[in-house]
C-alpha cells in the first residue's frame, strides 16, 4: 500500500502560498463598457422578464435622457377602474385569437402603432421592428416619418403592414407617398389628425396639440388625399362620438380612438379608454373602432375589446423591447401580450374575441 506523506516542509509551503495570495489586493472585474446615454443599472436578461411593465426602466437605462422622455410613461388612471368578471364552467380548450380586418384574418388583436425615427431607439429600427411583428405574426402600422423607406421595411416584412400619414404640408407629395406606400404591400392607410408639430420621436408637441384638435376636421382635404387610395382609409386621433359619426358619414372605413401617446391627456381630460364606449356605441358596428393609449398588459387589451374596440395599436411598449433588447425584444413582447390575452379569455370564459363584450368587464366610479 502506498502512502501519501505530508512532510513539514510541504505543509508550510502551502501555507506560505495561502498567506502570499491573501495579502494580494483583490482582483477588480473589468467594468463592461457602457453606451451613450446609458443609465447606472444592470439590464436584466430577456428571458427573465415578466411582464411590459419591466421593458420600461430597461429602455430608460439604455437611451439618452431626451429620447427616453419622449417615450416615457401613459396615463393608466382609467385601466385601474376597470375590473374583470371571471366566468367558470365555459369550455376555453379551443381559445381562438383572430380577428378580422378588412377582410384579412390576424393572429391576434393587437397590432404595432405607427411612431416615426425609430433609428433614435435602436440602429436597426423600423427593419429590426417590422422583422419582430412578422415573427409575431402582428400587423405593423408604418409611420411615413420612418427612419428607413418604405421600400425597405416592405422588403424586410413577412406580415401585413399599415402605413400612416398625417394631413397637412404639401398634399400631392403626402399622396404620392401614401400610393408608393401601397404599391410597395401596405394594405390600409391610417390618417392621424391634430398633431401638426411633432419632436424628433414623431409625437406631437404639447404646445400645439390643444388649438390642433380643437379645429374642424378638414374633409375637403383628406377627400383629395384618399383619393385614387384604392385600400381602407382609418381616421387616427378620434375621441369623441360625434367625431367618429362625422368620419364614417364621409366615407371612412375605421377609427382609431387616440390621444396622440396622451399629449391630449390631463387631470382634467378622458384617456382614450374612457371615452370608448360612448364612440363604439355611436359607431354601432358601421366601421372597425381601434385604440391605442397606454396598453400595458394583455388584461388592458381585454378590456379594451369588451369596451367595443376591435384592436388594439401599441406604441411605447415595441420602442421600450426595441431600444433595450433589439428585435428578440421586440417579438418578445408581442408575444407576452399575445399570451397574456388569451389567459385573460380563458379566465373570463370568453373563448373568441366575437365573444368578449360588456360583461365581463364592470367600470368602477373614480
Known amino acids: 500500500m502506498k502512502i501519501n506523506l505530508i512532510t513539514r516542509r510541504k505543509t508550510l509551503a502551502g501555507m506560505g502560498s495561502l498567506a502570499a495570495a491573501a ?8 467594468p463592461l463598457p457602457k453606451l451613450i446615454g446609458e443609465r447606472p443599472g444592470r439590464i436584466t436578461p430577456l428571458g427573465d422578464l ?11 437605462r439604455k437611451l439618452a435622457s431626451a429620447t427616453y422622455a419622449s417615450v416615457a410613461g401613459g396615463d393608466r388612471t382609467f385601466f385601474e377602474r376597470i375590473t374583470l368578471r371571471p ?31 425609430q433609428q433614435a431607439f435602436h440602429p436597426d429600427g423600423e427593419l429590426a421592428m417590422v422583422r419582430a411583428a412578422s415573427a409575431a405574426k402582428t400587423v405593423m402600422v408604418v409611420s411615413s416619418e420612418s427612419s428607413y423607406s418604405i421600400d425597405k421595411i416592405a422588403a424586410a416584412s413577412k406580415t401585413t403592414l399599415w402605413y400612416q400619414v398625417y394631413p ?5 407629395a403626402i399622396q404620392a407617398r401614401a400610393k408608393q ?12 389628425l391634430g398633431a401638426p408639430f411633432r419632436n424628433a420621436t414623431g409625437a406631437p408637441s404639447p404646445a400645439s396639440v390643444a388649438g390642433a384638435k380643437n379645429a374642424p376636421l378638414n374633409w375637403a382635404y383628406i377627400d383629395k388625399l384618399r383619393q385614387g387610395i384604392g385600400v381602407p382609409v382609418l381616421l387616427k386621433g378620434i375621441m369623441s362620438a360625434e367625431e367618429a359619426d362625422a368620419a364614417i358619414k364621409n366615407g ?13 391627456t390631463s387631470a382634467a381630460a378622458a384617456s382614450t379608454l374612457e371615452v370608448l364606449p360612448s364612440i363604439a356605441d355611436a359607431v354601432s358596428g358601421r366601421v372597425p373602432v381601434l385604440i391605442d393609449g397606454s396598453f400595458r398588459r394583455g388584461t388592458d387589451i381585454f378590456k379594451a375589446l369588451a369596451l367595443g374596440a376591435r384592436a388594439v395599436l401599441l406604441g411605447r411598449p415595441p420602442l421600450w ?4 433588447y433589439g428585435q428578440d425584444g421586440v417579438q418578445n413582447l408581442l408575444e407576452k401580450l399575445q399570451t397574456e390575452v388569451g389567459r385573460t379569455m380563458g379566465g373570463c370564459g370568453k373563448p373568441t374575441i366575437k365573444s368578449i363584450d360588456r360583461t365581463s368587464v364592470k367600470i368602477h366610479d373614480a
Open 50 to 60: 415578466v411582464n411590459v411593465l419591466e421593458f420600461e426602466p430597461m429602455a430608460e
Open 252 to 264: 371612412v372605413q375605421g377609427i382609431v380612438v387616440s390621444n396622440h401617446g396622451g399629449l391630449l
Open 321 to 324: 423591447a426595441l431600444a433595450a
Open 168 to 172: 397637412e404640408g404639401d398634399l400631392n
Open 181 to 192: 406606400a401601397i404599391q410597395a404591400g401596405c394594405k390600409a392607410l391610417c390618417i392621424t
Open 23 to 30: 495579502s494580494l489586493p483583490a482582483q477588480q472585474p473589468t
Open 87 to 117: 366566468r367558470m364552467m365555459v369550455s376555453t380548450v379551443d381559445l381562438d385569437l383572430t380577428v378580422e380586418l378588412f377582410g384579412e384574418k390576424m393572429f391576434a388583436p393587437i397590432l404595432v402603432g405607427p411612431t416615426a425615427g
